[in-house]
């Protein structure tokens, strides 16, 4: 079974542009959450979403965006892009129920490095 | 303070020794996380837990919800075992949202 894959792996924008990151989630997996990771800040839960809602929202601004499709492929979009948006953006998958609690173990991919410069 | 705290933020050690990581949180949980990460490298859930102990090869999860507090165990460590490993909580609530740790980094020398 393929792994979660996140496209592209690197990314170079200038402030000010925007940009869109996508997930493909393992087969069968219908939720997918978004996560940012800096050295400062350590790994900060951005959105998470089940069956094309969204269901869950960290506390990022709303520059910070996100979506999923009926085949459970997601993006997730930053606009206006600000130097402070430079991390690694990682999402994962996981087998998730109808209810709102999500405690399936998660499956990650191996991240989207995006530079601002 | 943080909803989950991690220690020690550094830990070195000889290969063949017995390691302890511990996390603490100050929210209600439906779930913990154990996550490592290598340098460079993706993420790869180790386990989760929402009660008791977990084992698998080497590695030992332990979590008592009434002290609020996990452990992650890692029994005749080896190099390889060099990595970051993160506590992550889900809490319960009207939101469910994943709170992590600043991550442990673990040095195991041969």
């Known amino acids: 079974k393929a792994g979660v894959t996140q496209t592209p792996r690197y990314l170079i924008k200038t402030r000010g542009q925007q940009v869109t990151l996508s997930c493909s989630p393992i087969?069968?997996?219908?939720?997918v959450s978004w996560y940012q990771q800096t050295p400062g800040q350590g790994l900060q839960f951005l959105f998470e979403?089940?069956?094309?809602?969204?269901?869950n929202k960290g506390n990022f601004p709303g520059r910070f965006s996100g979506r999923q499709f009926s085949n459970s492929r997601s993006e997730m979009n930053v606009s206006t892009l600000e130097l402070g948006d430079s991390a690694l953006y990682l999402c994962?998958?996981?087998?998730?129920?109808?209810?709102?609690?999500?405690?399936?173990?998660?499956?990650f991919g191996n991240g989207t490095r995006l530079t601002v410069t | 303070k943080n909803e989950v705290e991690q220690s020690p933020q550094n830990l070195t050690a000889q290969e063949g020794e017995f390691i302890t990581i511990n996390c603490s949180y100050s929210?209600?949980?439906?779930?913990l996380h154990w996550l490592q990460q290598h340098p460079g490298g993706g993420i790869v859930s180790l386990f989760m837990l929402s009660s008791g102990k977990k084992k698998h090869g080497r590695l030992i999860a332990t979590i008592n919800i009434q002290e609020k507090h996990s452990s992650l165990h890692i029994t005749a460590s080896h190099p390889r075992d060099s990595a970051v490993y993160i506590c992550?909580?889900?809490?319960?609530?009207?939101?469910?949202?994943?709170?992590f740790g600043k991550g442990t980094l673990l040095t195991v020398n041969p």
């Open positions: 994962a998958s996981s087998l998730a129920n109808q209810g709102t609690s999500n405690n399936s173990p998660l499956h």
């Open positions: 979403y089940f069956s094309e809602t969204q269901r």
């Open positions: 929210v209600g949980i439906s779930a």
């Open positions: 992550a909580v889900r809490s319960r609530g009207s939101n469910y949202k994943l709170t």
């Open positions: 087969s069968g997996h219908r939720s």
